[in-house]
């Protein structure tokens, strides 16, 4: 059993910036990805981001505006989230096989 748990998350003006960290508990080879989910009110969970040693992915409403990344020594992935809108706000959950994370609530809001 590996457990995910995220931080990070909090009330940001728009066009402001968060980081997200994700830390596992047990060891995840780098060649399995490590991703971000967010689902909205009403809406369904979508990827945002993933990352493996070989591919990055990004949703394409956050491409240039977040940064997806992995630090395979400490078993931790990080979303760093600029330019943010008021469409991001979201449970965000940080995910690797079949584990997920308790989600990190980000709002967005002036």
């Known amino acids: 059993q590996v457990q995910l748990v995220e931080s990070g998350g909090g009330l940001v003006q728009p066009g402001g910036s968060l980081r997200l960290s994700c830390a596992a508990s047990a060891f995840i080879p780098s060649f399995l990805p490590m991703a971000w989910y967010r689902q909205a009110p009403g809406k369904q969970r979508e990827l945002v981001a993933s990352i493996s040693s070989t591919t990055t992915n990004y949703a394409d409403s956050v491409k240039g505006r977040f940064t997806i990344s992995r630090d395979n020594a400490k078993n931790t992935v990080s979303l760093q989230m600029n330019n943010l809108k008021p469409e991001d706000t979201a449970i965000y959950y940080c995910?690797?096989?079949?584990?997920w994370g308790q989600g990190t609530q980000v709002t967005v809001s002036s």
């Open positions: 995910t690797s096989v079949r584990y």
